[in-house]
Nanobody
């Protein structure tokens, strides 16, 4: 199984970025997909999640920091999940990871079985 996240880079406050995560080696459609991030010197935190086909729970779940600014989506035909990030803030600076989970749409990193390598997002003020 491979999850490859890309699309990070340098942005200014207020800009938008779209992260992508391409998955292979798994029945992508049935997995709930999540985005997490880890800022320098901080613990990894949940950003957003989206349920898989027939998934239990809410279709999408967002951390408070992501609500109204970030949108998670998926394209099962392309085995991909996306994170559209708008109105970026310096505090959004982090390495962003995509992850795959069976079960309910959730924010618990321990329930995610597969992880990508991360893509760095840097937001300057």
């Amino acid at each position: 199984v491979q999850l490859q996240a890309f699309g990070g880079g340098l942005a200014q406050a207020g800009d938008s970025l779209r992260l992508s995560c391409a998955a292979s080696g798994l029945a992508f459609g049935i997995y709930g997909m999540g985005w997490f991030r880890q800022a320098p010197g901080k613990e990894r935190e949940f950003v957003a999640a989206i349920s898989g086909i027939g998934g239990i729970g809410d279709r999408t779940v967002y951390a408070d920091a992501a609500k109204d600014r970030f949108t998670i989506s998926r394209d099962n035909a392309k085995n991909s999940v996306y994170l559209q990030m708008n109105s970026l803030k310096p505090e959004d600076t982090a390495v962003y990871y995509c992850a795959a989970s069976l079960g309910i749409t959730n924010s618990n990193a321990a329930l995610y079985k597969y992880w990508g390598q991360g893509t760095l997002v840097t937001v300057s003020s």
